[in-house]
């Protein structure tokens, strides 16, 4: 049951599917409200689109807390060539002060890191994060 409210599997015998769609739908408009709050930069850069795009991404794939979740939709996004310019600071602020490798939870940086995530740079040096913006 859990794995069909929230990893897109299929409904048990005997459930109604349209309520039970419902709160799928009910649920990922939470987990998107959730992603928002840690990723603000991402869902503002999608204005009206953040709905559709976080809920076509995220219907298959069981939450794993709003950071992580909005990390893994903002690297799926930059793959695609489709992260906004509004949230490549913020992917690249996020980059440059934890280490996160998709699996395991986010660890904070102890050395020197710069990334650049399309035209924003970020560097962070002794816990201080920079950002700039390559195109000026």
């Known amino acids: ?3 069909a409210l929230v990893a897109g599997a299929d409904p048990p015998p005997g459930f109604d599917t349209r309520r039970l769609a419902a709160a799928r739908e009910a649920l990922l408009r939470k987990r998107a409200g959730d992603v928002a709050r840690h990723w603000p930069l991402l869902a503002a850069g999608l204005g ?3 709905p559709a795009t976080f809920a076509g991404w995220a219907a298959t794939r069981p939450t794993r807390g709003g950071l992580r979740d909005g990390w893994d939709l903002a690297r799926a996004l930059r793959a695609g060539s489709r992260l906004p310019r ?19 939870p986010p660890r904070p940086r102890r050395l020197p890191a710069v990334v650049r995530i399309d035209d ?3 560097v962070q040096i002794a816990g201080r994060v920079r950002l700039r913006d390559t195109r000026r």
Not at 86 to 104: K, Q
């Open 120 to 122: 924003a740079v970020a």
């Open 48 to 50: 009206d689109a953040w």
């Open 1 to 3: 049951m859990v794995a």
């Open 86 to 104: 509004l949230a490549a600071g913020e992917l690249a602020v996020r980059e440059a002060t934890s280490r996160y490798d998709g699996e395991r």
